[in-house]
């Protein structure tokens, strides 16, 4: 027999396929082939580095104890000898609860003396080493949000025998917008449900419907005896209460206790006493600098005059005083001003002289323009209603050369092709019915509709403004071309783009007077204030919570805020810019009437123009844009209707100036105080956060003039019905046209004296299609903020 060979595996087992042969070589790959030159093959994408078991294992752990670490603070804070209590907000869901016998039965499961006179009380759980500060609500709406913005545990207190009325659910709705920490629910008067099955299926039912709106509850908890109390109390004391991440940012204070002392040589503007307040509590939040300013809902902002510790840490305070002292005072170089506006200065733009016989002739001129437009104006039509028995001509109506950026939606330039409906009455410079005898339509300012006519025209104008909002939808921006006003005067104010995204546009150009007002940018204490108005001590109430806020550097100065902003879906009204609301933003809240503009995503726009909306659609989200205070970081908003709240002026300053600046006194405004009566509900019409601060961002409104086909002649065509007369087509030659189909072209030549032009497009038209001829404008909000 032969020698037998030995058997032996590959190399390597992985199957190894020829190179790809290009029969298309360039001559410079052959050239390179040749010399033995090879190719890098390029490496896509980032090296992912091999991570080992021992690598995941140490990165495990080190995540591991920072989240120990951080745990273990927060619980420092809680517990040891200079504790801070744990606030607790007991929150009513039901009208026949009773928070103030489920506060008893913890007090009695500790054997603690419990005084029913107080809705804020302290518990000391000796065994558990804490305090609990619990905060008994009532049934306030405005009550129960300002507590939620400061509580570290939120109980929500339902019923067993009745289910969640729409109050609760209006809490419940605003408390989970604008964010909520560790979340606790109670039921009561579960001992009066016999049978087991139907109390276990009514805490089923319950859990079910909390978690719809906060999905980390996992149970029902009861207070109704002594084992029950103290299995609550056990689960609060043995949990670190959840952090939200907008209240992270901003230190704020709880107080304990106030006390005011007077300064008899110190009055504000109203005679009022001022004084230093000093506030005694636990400071909460991030790190405090007695250089910042302290925001008092209702009140204003405030500086610090010094603060006092209570222990010897010092951590979280920075100041210019020594190391080692108790009492921290402000740096006067680095102390925040609590001017809030910049005091615009109308004499800056130097003027030329002109001389006397240039301001005679200039005279002369000026009176032979206003003799010709009192002319024009002397005399005007109006389209009215047939049949309409109490028609009040509005004065404001009426064109006026010197005011022509009047609104596109309104009424008297939305010509109808109804002629039947309407008849045309003649109206003089100040609104009134030239023609004396007709008297269907005299202004008669004594003969006033009763009640009932009153409900009727509501009525009609509340569908005429929900048409409106569904025409904004259907027809976006179209307006008709005015009959009486020639285009090129009543469009004056408006501009061509050839590209709404990327046309360039000078964010500082023809900007208003209200613009030169707003800036653009960037553990237990004692804590002083100075200069504060004696009513902000009178306003404390050992029943109530009375929270201050830090602000931080700048946030006091106005500029312009944008929030984004959804409509709450249970809203079916039409909500219109410029429409009056109450915006609560963060622990502020305020009175605007914001402008909405189009939310573009993720998408940026190189000339940072957006679109500006009539009305607040639903389904998608908007920017809202008003003058407010600045804000940092992702503030919850919460947007409601001010018909259920009652706005009362409040005596204390809130734009507070340095006796060293000069500032405009229709700048400075008094503070309200906004109340709200108990188990009103409030009308929610949209939640969202705070977008940014930035005035250079542009609002463009725009107006899309129409017309239709006459003639087509392949690329060629005769437009009519979108202007009247051959000025206004020379005025808007070079602007580019559009339809809706999406051709695009531009005005050749006028044809006639009727408004009919020829244009040319880059394809042939259909007979259907609309031609469009777009114009912006940028708009402004209004300068009426009103801070509450």
């Not at 890098?40 to 994408?45: D, I, L, M």
């Not at 008893?104 to 609990?132: G, R, V």
């Not at 902003?565 to 914001?594: A, N, T, W």
């Not at 920017?623 to 709240?645: Q, S």
């Amino acid at each position: 027999m032969g020698k037998e060979e030995s058997f032996h595996h590959r190399a390597t087992l992985k199957q190894k396929n020829k190179s790809f042969k290009s029969k298309h070589a360039t001559k410079t790959q052959l050239k390179d082939k040749n010399k033995g030159k090879t190719q890098r093959t390029p490496v896509k994408g980032k090296m992912s580095r091999i991570q080992r078991k021992a690598d995941r294992r140490n990165y495990a752990k080190i995540e591991q104890r920072k989240k120990r670490d951080e745990q273990a603070m927060i619980k420092r804070l809680f517990t040891g000898r200079n504790r801070a209590p744990k606030l607790v907000a007991m929150i009513p869901l039901c009208q026949d609860v009773q928070p103030a016998s489920l506060v008893e039965n913890m007090y009695q499961s500790l054997e603690a003396e419990y005084d029913p006179s107080k809705h804020i009380c302290t518990l000391d759980t000796k065994h558990f080493k804490q305090d609990f500060k619990i905060i008994q609500l009532q049934r306030n709406f405005l009550d129960i949000v300002e507590a939620a913005k400061v509580a570290d545990y939120i109980v929500f207190v339902m019923s067993a025998l009745q289910e969640v009325d729409d109050f609760g659910k209006s809490v419940l709705t605003a408390i989970q917008a604008q964010g909520a920490p560790s979340v606790l629910s109670l039921i009561q008067h579960d001992s009066q449900i016999k049978e087991t099955k139907q109390l276990v299926s009514i805490k089923k039912s319950l859990l079910s419907f909390i978690n719809y709106y906060f999905p980390a509850v996992n149970q029902i908890h009861s207070c109704s005896n002594i084992d029950n109390s103290v299995q609550f109390v056990r689960t609060v004391a043995n949990t670190i209460p959840e952090t939200i991440s907008w209240r992270k940012k901003s230190p704020y204070i709880v107080a304990d206790n106030l006390n005011f002392i007077p300064d008899p040589s110190s009055v504000d503007q109203t005679s009022q006493q001022l004084g230093d307040l000093e506030i005694t509590g636990f400071l909460r939040g991030a790190n405090l600098s007695p250089d910042r300013l302290i925001h008092i809902p209702g009140h204003g902002n405030f500086q610090i005059k010094s603060i006092v510790l209570n222990s010897n840490s010092q951590d979280d305070i920075k100041a210019g005083s020594e190391i080692g002292s108790t009492s921290f005072y402000p740096i006067k170089e680095k102390q925040d001003s609590l001017v809030c506006y910049n005091a615009p200065d109308t004499t800056a733009n130097e003027q030329p002289l002109i001389d006397e016989s240039e301001m005679e002739n200039w005279k002369s001129k000026m009176q032979e323009l206003e003799e010709k437009e009192s002319e024009i104006l002397r005399k005007k039509t109006k389209r009215v209603p047939k049949e309409s028995d109490a028609l009040m001509v509005d004065k404001n109506s009426v064109f006026d050369a010197n005011d022509i950026d009047i609104d596109a939606n309104d009424s008297d330039y939305h010509n109808s092709t109804d002629d039947e409906e309407y008849d045309e009455v003649e109206i003089d410079e100040h609104g009134n019915v030239i023609d004396p005898d007709n008297a269907k339509y005299k202004k008669d300012e004594d003969d006033l509709p009763d009640a009932q006519d009153t409900q009727k025209q509501l009525e009609e104008y509340l569908k005429l403004k929900a048409k409106q909002s569904e025409n904004d939808l259907e027809f976006p921006d179209e307006v008709d071309t005015p009959l009486d006003v020639p285009a090129h005067i009543r469009f004056a104010k408006f501009r061509g783009l050839q590209s709404f995204r990327t046309s360039p546009w000078d964010p500082y150009e023809n900007l208003p007077i209200d613009y030169a007002r707003i800036f653009q940018l960037e553990n237990p204490k004692n804590m002083v204030l100075s200069s504060v108005p004696q009513s902000v001590y009178h306003s404390f109430n050992k029943n109530k919570l009375f929270a201050a806020f830090s602000l931080l550097p700048h946030e006091n100065k106005f500029s312009v805020l944008h929030f984004i902003i959804k409509r709450h879906q249970d809203y079916e009204e039409p909500v219109r810019s410029k429409d009056e609301v109450i915006l609560m933003c963060g622990f502020r809240r305020m009175v605007v009437r914001p402008l909405y503009s189009q939310f573009g995503g993720s998408k940026s726009s190189s000339n940072n123009v957006r679109k500006f909306e009539r009305f607040l659609q639903n389904g998608s989200f908007s920017i809202g844009t008003v003058y407010a205070p600045v804000c940092f970081g992702n503030d919850p908003v919460l947007m409601y209707l001010p018909d259920n709240f009652e706005i009362i002026p409040s005596e204390s300053n809130i734009n507070q100036t340095d006796s060293s600046m000069e500032i405009d006194s229709n700048l400075t405004t008094n503070s309200s105080q906004l109340h709200i009566l108990n188990e009103t509900l409030p009308t929610l019409i949209g939640t969202g956060s705070v977008y940014s601060v930035d005035p250079t961002r542009i609002l463009a409104k725009r107006i899309v003039l129409t017309g239709i086909p006459y003639k087509i002649n392949k690329r060629k065509a005769t437009i009519r019905f979108m202007f009247y007369n051959p000025i206004d087509i020379n005025y808007f030659k070079p602007i580019q046209l559009s339809t809706k189909y999406g051709r695009h072209g531009h005005i050749i030549e006028s044809l006639g004296t009727h408004g009919y032009m020829k244009c040319v497009f880059n394809g042939g038209i259909k007979a259907m299609d609309t031609i469009c001829l777009n114009l912006y404008k940028r708009v402004f909000p209004k300068w009426d903020t009103k801070l509450l």
